[in-house]
């Protein structure tokens, strides 16, 4: 069973920039597997930033932006603020109609 | 602007059933793809299954833990997705939300999910 992996936290400090990225237990993420990012904060629906590897939802602000490095799926958060301080996870599609979610990084930011 | 709003989140005993709905307004819903997002309280998401659009074929796809229990449908006319779940069991409480996607990506926007328990 093919497992997606996120880094389980990860820490920035204010104005810093932060790459955070979702790989496959076996095997390279290309732009095929078409990964979206999601940035959740605790007690609210998770919110849309990234899909299709690097198109960004509507009102994201270009501080983040998403792209393939190496064999993983990345999303760089630039100029972070305080309240980028959230869970962060990433969706890959696998093929015949089937998407496995990471298990989610949490972003600090101190 | 895109509005979705899930509701029949209730307690249900193991191995009952339940039908969770998500009213959607604010974009063409008879061209959406819905898909149909959960997440245990505290752990991460989990994507339980998507429906495609009528014009694009209608098609459902599930995960597999949910395959042969759960059923998603849509009432284009109603602007209404559903799930019907079935054979639940505890490892179904979840926090249940509705997204709409495209071909390309389960989820664009969400709404703000019901709650299901699954508890004797």
């Known amino acids: 069973q093919t497992v997606v992996t996120q880094e389980p936290s990860f820490s920035v400090s204010p104005g810093g920039t932060v790459t955070l990225t979702c790989a496959l237990s076996s095997g390279s993420v290309s732009t095929a597997y078409y990964p979206s990012w999601y940035q959740q904060t605790p007690g609210q629906a998770p919110r849309t930033l990234i899909y299709?590897?690097?198109t960004r939802s509507s009102g994201v602000p270009d501080r983040f932006s998403g792209s393939i490095l190496g064999n993983k799926a990345a999303l760089t958060i630039t100029g972070t603020q305080a309240d980028d301080e959230s869970d962060y996870y990433c969706v890959l599609y696998l093929g015949s109609g089937s998407w496995v979610f990471g298990g989610g990084t949490k972003l600090t930011v101190l | 602007e895109v509005q979705l709003v899930e509701s029949g989140g209730d307690l249900v005993k193991p191995g009952g059933s339940l039908r969770l709905a998500c009213a959607g307004s604010g974009f063409t819903f008879t061209n959406a793809w819905m898909s149909w997002v959960r997440q245990v309280p505290g752990k991460g998401l989990e994507w339980v299954g998507r429906?495609?659009?009528?014009?694009?074929?209608?098609?459902?796809d599930y995960a597999a833990p949910v395959k042969g229990r759960f059923t998603i449908s849509r009432d284009d006319s109603k602007n209404t997705l559903f799930l019907q779940m079935s054979s639940l069991n505890t490892e179904d409480t979840a926090v249940y939300y509705c997204t709409t996607g495209l071909a390309v990506a389960i989820s664009v926007n969400w709404g703000q999910g019901t709650l299901v328990t699954v508890s004797s």
């Open positions: 299709n590897t690097n």
């Open positions: 429906i495609k659009s009528k014009t694009d074929g209608g098609t459902t």
